[in-house]
């Protein structure tokens, strides 16, 4: 009964995932309104047929701006993962096989670095980087790799000692094959699991520096942008704000979902484990 | 217990060591003139080359790398964090005035998060795969995947604009005790409720794991009634990871507070940071992310300890 739900869940977020991202990737081929193109005598117009989520200040349409801004969110949370996930998987697997004093050093960095929150790193590096999306992927990514150095760190650790890589070093593998063949390949569930998990935060913090300001810059739309333009007429017009949200939390949601399926998938042991 | 307390404080200073070598780092590593980079490009050109050769003085630049470092390491340890550039304030003073805010933010959102996540949890654990615990569970994963500012704005425009209940600007301290307070209740379930979410969804779980486990049989089996093996065994062992995920995520909401005190406008250190880049301040941003760290680090220690207390085997490690 429980797997049951829990498979139905996991179906639903994958399913929710899926359609959000297509709806960003291919609706601006479908839904043919320019994001940009302003029409000042429809501003603050609430939703009807023509706008089916109504229109922003400058009477742009909100539909094709959801859907452009999520294009750009959701590409700035997947290629900040892929940042993270690179580093992170190198470091881990060094730190973890290695051991000693790259260890030491390597998972103290992690440790002291992880009891900032992701966002707040994420702010620091972007106020030193400067703005723009190149910056914004690199400061969400770099913020990323502590969690990835651990995860993969201590993965590294449980299989160094198993019985078939204790074998393959006794039938004479060296290390990078070891690594490659048996460690690598071991440690990819868990990393795939991390991602999803990671992928579905990098759109919170996306969104939340946009919402500062301090992400993606206007025209370009973004989720969290646009959410901080409708605040300003909250009270007047609150679409403006609750759209872009909702798709938000949708995706946050279908991702999450989505992530747990996957674990339980991989891992049956972990079968009704929370991540924090 | 002297021990225990001690290797956590001496682990906590390393810390905090730590964690200013690598704000420090980060400003040194990082490419480009942190000097040039705080500078908006537009007056860049046209600032005088002796007002830049100061700034760089007053951060000691043009010393060697490793004396900037030890310079930095001294002031910080003295509590001196430099001059605001834009108000020439001590950082310092800047930080105590607007810690309260941010204090009290953090504490509420904690609050909201133990009161309604760690009772919803139970509920749905004692009545697991009810309508009631789809309901509670369909509630914390949106709590968790919502954006926090943007529960913010949908609380102010139901509760404070629509329902009137709360006031829609905070007025700051001076208003009284008891009006602080109700300011600072919609900030509070904003920050709060994804805490709450996580805290509902562990608790759910972590009791219904301890409730299999061997010493509630026993419990049973010699006779206790379900309250007593509920409320005495099973939740003071249940409760353990939770105490963890509090600590873990008082950290989040101290972070969390940058953007809900943009939302409600709480002059607090989350808006003071955003504001710092804004103006390209230097120093109040360094210094405001250092006080930052510091708090994460202080809480982590209280919750290592308070672990302790809970679970007394953890003690003599």
Avoid: C
Avoid at chain 1, 255 to 273: C, E, I, K, Q, S
Wanted: a positive charge; zero cysteines.
């Amino acid at each position: 009964m429980k797997a049951l739900v829990l498979r139905r869940t996991a179906l639903l977020g994958s399913l929710l995932t899926l359609v959000l991202v297509a709806a960003s990737l291919l609706g601006p081929y479908m839904y043919r309104r320019d994001p940009l193109a302003q029409n000042l005598e429809r501003s603050l117009e609430p939703p009807s047929l023509q706008y089916p989520m109504g229109t922003d200040l400058h009477g742009r349409d909100l539909l094709s701006r959801i859907l452009a801004g999520g294009r750009v969110s959701l590409t700035v949370a997947f290629v900040a993962f892929l940042v993270s996930a690179l580093p992170g998987m190198i470091l881990g697997l060094t730190a973890g096989y290695l051991g000693g004093a790259v260890d030491l050093v390597l998972s103290r960095t992690t440790d002291i670095l992880m009891t900032l929150p992701t966002l707040l790193l994420a702010i620091a590096i972007v106020a030193v980087l400067g703005p723009g999306i190149p910056n914004l992927v690199l400061a969400i990514g770099i913020a990323g790799i502590p969690r990835f150095v651990r995860l993969i760190r201590a993965e590294v650790i449980r299989l160094r000692d198993l019985d078939f890589v204790v074998a393959a070093r006794a039938l004479g593998a060296t290390d990078l094959q070891i690594i490659r063949r048996h460690i690598i390949r071991n440690t990819l569930a868990s990393a795939i699991v991390m991602g999803s998990f990671l992928i579905a935060s990098n759109i919170l913090t996306e969104a939340t520096l946009s919402f500062l300001g301090i992400g993606v810059a206007p025209p370009t739309p973004s989720w969290g942008s646009m959410i901080a333009e409708g605040q300003k007429f909250l009270y007047r017009v609150p679409w403006v704000s609750l759209f872009p949200g909702l798709f938000i939390a949708a995706v946050v949601l279908g991702v999450n979902l989505a992530g747990d399926g996957l674990r339980d998938a991989f891992d049956p042991r972990l079968r009704g484990a929370r991540h924090s | 217990m002297a021990r225990f307390l001690l290797v956590h404080f001496l682990g906590g200073v390393a810390t905090v060591w730590g964690l200013i070598t690598v704000l420090f780092l980060l400003f040194q590593v990082l490419p480009g003139d942190p000097v040039m980079a705080m500078i908006d490009p537009a007056t860049a050109s046209t600032m005088p080359e002796s007002v830049l050769q100061e700034r760089r003085r007053e951060f000691g630049l043009h010393l060697p790398r490793w004396q900037q470092y030890l310079t930095y390491l001294t002031r910080v340890a003295q509590g001196d964090l430099g001059r605001s550039w834009e108000t020439r304030e001590p950082v310092a003073r800047i930080i105590g005035r607007r810690l309260p805010h941010t204090i009290a933010l953090a504490t509420g959102g904690m609050l909201v998060a133990i009161l309604l996540g760690i009772p919803t949890g139970l509920i749905a654990a004692a009545y697991r795969n009810s309508p009631l615990d789809y309901a509670i569970t369909l509630f914390s994963v949106v709590w968790i995947a919502s954006p926090n500012f943007w529960l913010a704005l949908l609380i102010l425009y139901a509760f404070a604009y629509r329902l009137g209940w709360f006031p829609i600007v905070s007025t700051g301290l001076e208003a009284g005790f008891l009006s602080m307070l109700r300011q600072l209740v919609l900030p509070s379930v904003a920050i709060g409720l994804r805490t709450a979410g996580l805290l509902a969804r562990l608790t759910r779980s972590s009791m219904l794991e301890v409730l299999g486990d061997d010493f509630v049989r026993t419990a049973r089996a010699k006779g206790l009634g379900t309250r007593a093996v509920l409320w005495k065994h099973a939740l003071r062992n249940a409760l353990i990871p939770v105490v963890t995920l509090v600590g873990v995520n008082l950290g989040y909401l101290l972070g969390g507070a940058a953007v809900i005190e943009i939302v409600f406008a709480r002059e607090g250190l989350g808006w003071l940071i955003i504001q710092a880049i804004r103006l390209r301040d230097y120093p109040t941003f360094q210094g405001a992310m250092l006080m930052f760290a510091l708090g994460i680090v202080l809480v982590n220690l209280v919750v290592d300890l308070l672990y302790g207390l809970i679970d007394p085997r953890i003690r003599h490690v």
